[in-house]
T-cell receptor, first 113, second 113 residues
Framework: QKEVEQNSGPLSVPEGAIASLNCTYS??????FFWYRQYSGKSPELIMF????GDKEDGRFTAQLNKASQYVSLLIRDSQPSDSATYLC?????????????FGSGTQLTVLP | GAVVSQHPSRVICKSGTSVKIECRSL??????MFWYRQFPKKSLMLMAT?????????EQGVEKDKFLINHASLTLSTLTVTSAHPEDSSFYIC?????????FGPGTRLTVT
């Protein structure tokens, strides 16, 4: 079982719709969770982080964390074609020697105009 | 968010030569920096964790004598690809942690001919 799992997609949504990206993790002791956006040919850009159970909203983005079920999700409201990118879920696990992030393989999102 | 820079952004070198990539944290001090590589349409692969003032910790399968890492100050880490070969051609990305969040540099695209 991979430590951090994401549906690779591609996920396509029409412009203006809500895009829902999901991520599950295996280490129950994980405490920090991050969502990165990566455009083709570019490096990842941090867009959200969440540490506590529940929802965290930032503009059109909402991160949701459920530690009991070991999943974290990212909702993008009013999706725009510029949101088309690969979204990487990352988890900081306490077992890591330097507490580095463990990344999922990413979900490719396409927002159709 | 915090800013991480990398130089150069692109480099083309001949097989057998060495290439140095610099990673700088511009507005914060980073005791720990990370080096990743990414092949086209693949996820990030952690190569090594660079600790200021001490030896880097390499991931399994990464040759430490080929990928030399130096973290001489709290704002600078370098990766030197020695005796580069065409199979080393890839997108190399550094990352630095500022508190709980981890930020990425813009990446260096290395092409070995």
């Amino acid at each position: 079982q991979k430590e951090v799992e994401q549906n690779s997609g591609p996920l396509s949504v029409p412009e203006g719709a809500i895009a829902s990206l999901n991520c599950t993790y295996s280490d129950r002791g994980s405490q920090s969770f991050f969502w990165y956006r990566q455009y083709s040919g570019k490096s990842p850009e941090l867009i959200m982080f969440i540490y506590s159970n529940g929802d965290k909203e930032d503009g059109r983005f909402t991160a949701q964390l459920n530690k009991a079920s070991q999943y974290v999700s990212l909702l993008i409201r009013d999706s725009q074609p510029s949101d088309s990118a690969t979204y990487l879920c990352a988890v900081r696990t306490p077992s890591g020697s330097a507490r580095q992030l463990t990344f999922g393989s990413g979900t490719q999102l396409t927002v159709l105009p | 968010g915090a800013v991480v820079s990398q130089h150069p952004s692109r480099v083309i070198c001949k097989s057998g030569t060495s290439v140095k990539i610099e990673c700088r944290s511009l507005d914060f001090q980073a005791t720990t920096m990370f080096w990743y590589r990414q092949f086209p349409k693949k996820s990030l692969m952690l190569m090594a964790t660079s600790n200021e003032g001490s030896k880097a910790t390499y991931e399994q399968g990464v040759e430490k004598d080929k990928f030399l890492i130096n973290h001489a100050s709290l704002t600078l880490s370098t990766l030197t690809v020695t005796s580069a070969h065409p199979e080393d051609s890839s997108f190399y990305i550094c990352s630095a942690r500022d508190g709980g969040e981890q930020y990425f540099g813009p990446g260096t695209r290395l092409t070995v001919t």
